[in-house]
């Protein structure tokens, strides 16, 4: 099993900064990649980042390409998301997760996840 926390969501204004950590724990070396997903009111969730534990990537969706920078920390398991430049449209709950297989893209290839962390962004 592998275990994932969120922290570091909150309530910011527009153009403004935050940055997210996801600590992993438990049988941490069972998955390839862990990234995050965010998940807005009424909308399905949705891939934002990955990072690979091999170097890989990383990857990111179109969205926040520039402006959100996913890093890990292998020595504390820890992952994070810079997230700079927000807008509205980035409110949401945003979620770590755990590689399993396949394409990044889709929630079905995530094996763990976190129990999310709350992004608002006011305009």
């Known amino acids: 099993q592998v275990q994932l926390v969120e922290s570091g969501g909150g309530l910011v204004q527009a153009g403004g900064s935050l940055r997210l950590s996801c600590a992993a724990s438990g049988r941490t070396f069972s998955y390839s990649a862990m990234g995050w997903f965010r998940q807005a009111p009424g909308k399905e969730r949705e891939f934002v980042a990955a990072?690979?534990?091999?170097?890989?990537?990383?990857y990111y969706a179109d969205s926040v390409k520039g402006r959100f920078t996913i890093s890990r920390d292998n020595a504390k398991n820890t992952m994070y998301l810079q997230m700079n430049s927000l807008k509205p449209e980035d409110t949401a709950v945003y979620y770590c997760?755990?590689?399993?297989?396949?394409?990044?893209?889709?929630?079905?290839?995530?094996?763990?996840w976190g129990q999310g962390t709350q992004v608002t962004v006011s305009s």
């Open positions: 997760a755990a590689h399993r297989s396949g394409s990044y893209v889709y929630i079905q290839n995530w094996a763990y």
């Open positions: 990072i690979d534990w091999s170097g890989s990537g990383p």
